[in-house]
């Protein structure tokens, strides 16, 4: 038994490495055929970063990491969550603007304008669960209409509420007071930048998600209804209740991304806000097999990856955007390398079955061979 | 599928749903009797609010724009899911099919452009397909990597390729040569007098004639005959027989002799050139150039215009033209059409809401309706426009509500988005 346990981990591991690698020989590929300099593009990926990069590459995966985490929930039960880009939009407007009418002193008021970003996510989620579960409409659909629909609603809602900063034209939502910002810790030695104080957040998010995921039996339900809705129906679970309840809580997790960008560094909703975390999300739980440490470790890469693709267009003359690129053909691999190991997992275990059965059935015959 | 968004309009409540004569049982009729429906109601209420763009020739030849490259995209689609496989990377197919386009156009004339931008598509669609149907990934993932791809590539290329040309920079193209296009000669003129004068119905009429009539470019021309040829051959000819097969039960079909992996590639391979069509229709036709985020979401609208047609072309033709013309309004003269709009959707809901009641005795979607377009007519008489970024959302918010009211009447291909494996069938 522990052999086959053994097995799947170390194929477990195997599966990425072999997805960094083709990443690499087709990146490679591709900017040979081009004419590229594929040396300096690599001495650029693959340089080691300074403190102050560092320091962004923690804070970038801190954000990915959350992002990542809600739509694993999705994905646990089969949903595709493509809105988390939408409910992320919506739940950080919300925060804004509640943080930022300082009601509440200080640390009060951080904590319940992050209750207001995951009602107001999972209030967003909760429009294409209940189309899903009352209209039969496919979440994948809802989800990108949704998306467009929170772009739209929100940039409208911002002109209603805007402040202008005084000499640029940038607006936002006002600034939240200074008692409820959040300065960030010098973690990294020689940094002069600091690491976002919600990495606690994200901590206590991937626990929970952990805990009720792994550890209770609304987890269990879930997993059950993801892995076979029949088998789930027949043991007692609600399927409907549990796609809404999901759904919602994928939203409300989704709310909670741009919390440590709010608190620790923008401060307020505007032209800053960066959009396409969520389909980020989407590749970082498909990299970390949608596990709270496996994510923690694609949220790292990733980040990595965007960071220092920033020097690309300095160093090699290639556009930063080839990362995407990378990303995407690891993402490619990784599903590919995890289907093949899946299946290589199977005929393994089916041979040493297989194996085990002969050698029974040879035993039985040679017990009856010697007492005729 | 559209018999259940377009009826409501006319102006009886229930229009097609008991006497379905004769007449009107014949498909053409009732398409027929649709179009001069929504052309009799779009005509009142331009005369009713008095947004006289709400259906001018232009506001028409505007939406042909838009609703094309939707139209295309939706295509691909359709190709795809019919075989089986769930195609969520359009867009990025349809991003790698506008750099390319423009990349062919500028060396070698618009013609090749054209091609160049379904080979665009095709390099996409033969990695979903390796993916997909060899690899056994899961569609939907492959299809989001894959517009993470598409988005990448487009941009390396195009700071690599058109960065120093003249008018190139790393996030646009030179300006291209417009793709050709042709007119009806001889009537345009008269139909624009006609319609200038603002009669009920005969200037509508005038419009919508002159709108499809006058500067229509080929690649509009070329759409139009690739929807009657997938028609043909999906529904009319065995190769068509065997690929929906393979969609509906490839483990039945793989019994019959059809070769599943074969089929599913072909049909993704096509679905990509068509979606890398639309994309040359938007750097070739819809402008003149290549543009960083050009494609602005336009693949998933084709994919929610295909779910909306019902998996059928002349359907998804009806959802690419609703989509394509909510857009044009909105562009053109943005509030103040959509405003008027307001006013449609809230006749339609007290409808639905009145029908829900008495008719269905449902009290809860009754009411719901009720007073939604309550609060959308308070909303039409208290402002007189819709902000902009408000009347952006229509045509996303109409997909919701039309899928929302007509989902339990649509059919997907029955094994639409499940991994097949030769060999493990059921």
Known sequence: MSNAKLRRALLSIAAPILALFVAFLLTSLVLMALGDPVKDVWITMLSKPKPRQITNIVNGAIVLYLSAIAVAVGFKMNLFNIGVDGQYRVGSFAAALFAGQAWLPGVLNILVAIVVAMVAGGFWASIAAYLKVKRGVSEVISTIMLNAIATGVVSWLLLKVAVRTAGSNAIGTKTIPESSQLEGWKLIPGASNRIYSLLLLAILVGLLYWFVLGKTRFGFDLRATGSSETAAVASGVKVKRMVMTSMIASGALAGLIGMPLLFGQDHSYGTTFQSGLGFAGIGIALLGRNHPVGIAFAALLWSYLDTQANGLQIRAGVAPELVYIIQGIILFAVVIAYEGTRRLDIRLEQQRVAGELAAQRAAVRDQEGAVA | ?426
């Open chain 2, 1 to 426: 599928m559209s018999t259940v968004v377009t009826p409501t309009p006319t102006p009886t409540p229930r229009p097609t749903a008991p006497t379905r004569g004769s007449f009107l049982a014949n498909p053409w009729a009732r398409w027929g009797m649709i179009v001069l429906g929504a052309i009799i109601l779009m005509s009142a209420l331009r005369v009713i609010t008095g947004a006289n763009d709400l259906d001018s020739s232009g506001a028409i030849a505007a939406a042909f724009g838009l609703a094309v490259p939707i139209a295309l995209a939706g295509l691909g689609g359709l190709w795809c899911e019919r075989a089986g496989v769930v195609n969520i990377g359009l867009e990025g197919m349809m991003i790698l099919g506008t750099w390319s386009s423009a990349f062919c156009a500028y060396h070698w004339g618009p013609w090749v452009g054209i091609l160049g931008g379904a080979l665009g598509g095709l390099v996409g669609g033969l990695i979903h397909a390796i993916a997909t149907v060899y690899f056994g990934v899961d569609h939907i993932v492959s299809g989001v990597a894959l517009n993470i791809i598409g988005l990448g590539v487009a941009k390396y290329l195009a700071s690599r390729f058109f960065t120093g040309l003249p008018g190139g920079g790393p996030t646009q193209s030179p300006p291209l040569e417009y793709a050709p296009s042709l007119s009806l000669p001889g009537i345009g003129d008269p139909l624009l007098t006609l319609e200038r004068k603002h009669i009920f119905f005969v200037s509508d009429l005038a419009a919508i004639v002159r709108g499809l009539t006058t500067n229509v470019s080929v690649l509009t021309l070329i759409t139009l005959g690739l929807f009657i040829a997938t028609w043909y051959v999906l529904w009319r000819t065995a190769f068509g027989l065997r690929l929906r097969s393979v969609g509906e039960s490839p483990a039945a079909a793989e019994s019959l002799g059809v070769n599943v992996y074969k089929y599913k590639f072909l049909a993704v391979l096509a679905s990509g050139s068509l979606a890398g069509l639309g994309g040359a229709f938007l750097t070739l036709v819809a402008s003149n150039l290549f543009r960083d985020g050009q494609t602005g979401g336009r693949g998933y609208i084709g994919l929610a215009a295909m779910i909306f047609g019902n998996w059928r072309p002349g359907g998804l033709l009806a959802g690419s033209a609703l989509f394509g013309y909510t857009d044009a309004i909105r562009l053109r003269a943005g509030g103040q059409s959509v405003h008027a709009v307001l006013l449609l959707v809230a006749v339609l809901l007290l409808l639905i809401g009145l029908w829900q009641l008495f008719r269905r005795g449902r009290v809860v979607q009754g009411v719901l309706a009720l007073v939604v377009a309550g609060l959308t007519a308070w909303w039409y008489f208290a402002a007189d426009t819709v902000p902009n970024e408000l009347a952006g959302t229509l045509p996303y918010v109409t997909t919701l509500l039309v899928l929302a009211f007509a989902a339990q009447r649509l059919r997907m291909p029955a094994a639409d988005g499940l991994v097949y494996r030769k060999g493990e069938g059921h």
